[in-house]
C-alpha cells in the first residue's frame, strides 16, 4: 500500500488511487468534480479549536502535532477507518487545503498511520 499527500489545490490524477479529504473544512474554491475526492472523513481533521489556534505558524508546529496525536489517539476510530481503507486499496491519497507542504494535519496522520516516508 503507497499511501500519497497532497493539496486539494493540484489536479487530481489516476495515480493518486483513492482520494481521503482530511480538512475539517471544504478548499475554498475548489468544487466537488474538481477535487476528485472519494472519502471526505472531516471527523479525523484537528478540533476547531486546535486549527485556529495552530494558524499554519511554523513555531507552533511541535506542540501542534503533539496536540493533535493526542486528539487522534483520543479518537482511535477513525484512524481504524483510515487504516482499513489502507487495507482496501493499493493507492490511498490524503488531501489537504494547506499551504505549507510540510506542516499540516495530513503530515501528521501520514505519521500516525505508520509511514514515515515523505
Do not use: C
Amino acid at each position: 500500500m503507497i499511501l500519497y499527500l497532497k493539496r486539494a489545490y493540484e489536479t487530481a490524477i489516476p495515480a493518486d488511487g483513492y482520494r481521503v479529504l482530511v480538512d475539517r473544512l471544504w478548499p475554498r474554491g475548489i468544487s466537488k468534480e474538481e477535487a476528485g475526492i472519494d472519502l471526505w472523513l472531516k471527523e479525523i481533521a484537528p478540533s476547531e479549536d486546535l486549527r485556529k489556534w495552530f494558524g499554519h505558524d511554523p513555531e507552533h508546529w511541535p506542540d501542534f502535532k503533539a496536540k493533535y496525536l493526542k486528539e487522534l489517539n483520543e479518537n482511535k476510530e477513525l484512524l481504524k477507518q483510515l487504516k482499513q481503507l489502507k487495507s482496501e486499496h493499493r493507492k490511498i491519497t490524503l488531501v489537504y487545503a494547506a499551504k505549507d507542504e510540510n506542516r499540516n494535519n495530513a503530515v501528521v496522520l501520514k505519521e500516525a498511520l505508520g509511514d514515515k516516508t515523505s
